[in-house]
């Protein structure tokens, strides 16, 4: 059998990057998944890129600048309007700091 | 149902009113949207409140142009204020937009009138609207079948009749995939056409946002609405728009047209092949003159495709954390342990497929080796184009290598992926695409014809269209819904 291209240990360590709590099942299957599609975009190993440039964006882009001044923004009160939960104008998540 | 501009003709005569037609899509949506289920959300009231304002506009003789009072069904993906924007996924299932898109604020302003929003693959991410986390669309054409996708609802809409146009989004095949499977018009403007600010990023530098139609020039009046440099979208480009529907009837006489002959692959569907090989010939009937062209990246663009989209939604899909806005699972007991939960119960099983993917391709030790290797061969693949529109004008070929599958019928990823072998090189080179009817299977199952233009060539795209509509029947035909 061929190597595998991602090993679970892998999976682990991405879906932590990721913020991706997955099941041990769900690990599995990730694995072979991606493993399959990482197989596959191997192919690209066979075409030569030497001196290739690489192309971020397919139309040429220049920055756009503007000068740098207040404008008017919505209101806090629709920004939070979303908000899974809130305290007054702020966003409340849980504890980030250790007391 | 009647077409855009012959809408718009019955509004101008005095034949139709606005408020009766939208009251007649939504008795249709009641009677045939349980079987199709293109809509996650309809928006009558406001839809009857439009549509009252543009009747009072005709009425006074002072419409606002070829859309006021038409019906359009607006893809999930774009931001409407006021109204749900979900995705389909579970993690937007409750997000209201505090602001609209730039393309709704353009609709608006010409007096279109939403009908709703329409289904979708998760975020975007899929070719059959399976991976919708509410429901799955049907193909209109044979209810067992899938729409295509991700766009899929918005095209199931149009060719069931539930709306008289729509706007989807296209990343790697998204609108004329789906406007293959569903036998409707579908246009993947170039990149930078249509602003995208309110359209809920999947892969930025591939997404657009385009317009579905029953024929060409209904697609041609939407993208003239919709297209335009935006100040907030310093990705949209300062290049005039021109008149799309004036370009409509001038013929194709001395027309060159590319064939590229590795879209014409061993494993296509036969009856595809030979309808787009009919189409070529009536290309040439029109006056075109076609010849064979080699786009000799085209086999490993869909690779390059999936580590370039995956690594760009990894990026984009990192504010879904359960803070500002969409689900956040309960009883984290710390921030990180939050965002880890809330990601893993909101997201449906292929976005975190690309999300995985995305972050591996851009994890360190595997960045220039994936991620930087597949930006080099989109240049070889944008290098192909450049060199086939040296000499043609258009390329024909076929949008997808199959017609509608049955649902479910698709569970491996990688089955999935391989239907956007054809609309994928596309995106990655910015260029507009187009998919129009071009036959029928034995089965009666649509087969799209895909044009693919030079940069802010729409033009030539649409008047290409137009003419092969005008020679053949197939936008006529309609699915035999009850």
Known sequence: MAQAKITQAEVEHVARLARLDLSEPEKERMRSQLDAILTYIDKLRQLNTEGVEATPHA????NVMREDEVRPCLPAGEMLANAPEREGDFFRVPKIIEE | MPTISELGARYRSGEATPTRVVETYFQRIETLD???????????????????????????????????????????????????TTCSSKILENFVPP???????????????????????????????????????????????VPGGSSGGSAAAVAAGLAAGALGSDTGGSIRQPAA?????????????????????????????GPFAADVRGAALLLQAIAGHDPLDSTSTDVPVPDYTAALGG???????????EYFTEGMDPEVEKAVST??????????????????????????????????????????????????????????????????????????????????????????????KAQRVRTLVRRDFQQ??????????????????????KEDPLQMYLCDVFTIPVNLAGLPGLSLPCGFTQSGLPIGLQLIGKPFDESTLLSAAYAFEQATPWHARAPALQ
């Open chain 2, 34 to 84: 349980p079987q199709v289920r293109a809509y996650v959300t309809l928006t009558r009231e406001s839809a009857l409140a439009r549509a009252e304002a543009a009747e009072k506009r005709l009425k006074a003789g002072n419409p606002r142009g070829p859309l006021d009072g038409v019906p359009l069904a607006i893809k999930d993906v774009i931001c409407t204020k006021g109204v749900r």
């Open chain 2, 181 to 209: 499977f569903c036998g409707t018009v579908g246009v993947k403007p170039t990149y930078g056409r249509v602003s995208r600010y309110g359209l809920v990023a999947f892969a930025s530098s591939l997404d657009q946002i």
């Open chain 2, 99 to 145: 602001y609209d898109a730039t393309v709704m604020m353009r609709l608006s302003a010409a007096g279109a009138v939403m009908l709703g929003k329409t289904n979708m693959d998760e975020f975007a991410m899929g070719s059959s609207t399976e991976n919708s986390a509410f429901f799955p669309t049907r193909n209109p054409w044979d209810l067992a079948r």
């Open chain 2, 388 to 409: 086939a529109f040296e000499r043609v004008d258009v390329l024909a070929c076929p949008t997808a290598p199959n017609v509608a599958f049955k649902l479910g019928e």
């Open chain 2, 251 to 261: 013929g194709i006489q001395g027309l060159r047209v590319g064939i590229p002959s």
């Open chain 2, 279 to 372: 189409a070529i010939e009536v290309l040439k009937s029109l006056g075109a003159k076609t010849e064979k062209v080699s786009l000799p990246t085209t086999n490993y663009a869909l690779a390059a495709y999936y580590l370039i989209a995956p690594a760009e939604a990894s990026s984009n899909l990192a504010r879904y954390d359960g803070v500002k806005y969409g689900y956040r699972a309960p009883g984290g007991k710390d921030l990180i342990q939050m965002y880890g939960r809330t990601r893993a119960e909101g997201f449906g099983p292929e976005v975190k497929r690309r999300i995985m993917l995305g972050t591996y391709a851009l994890s360190a030790g595997y960045y220039e080796a994936y991620y930087g």
């Open chain 1, 59 to 62: 139309i040429p882009m220049v």
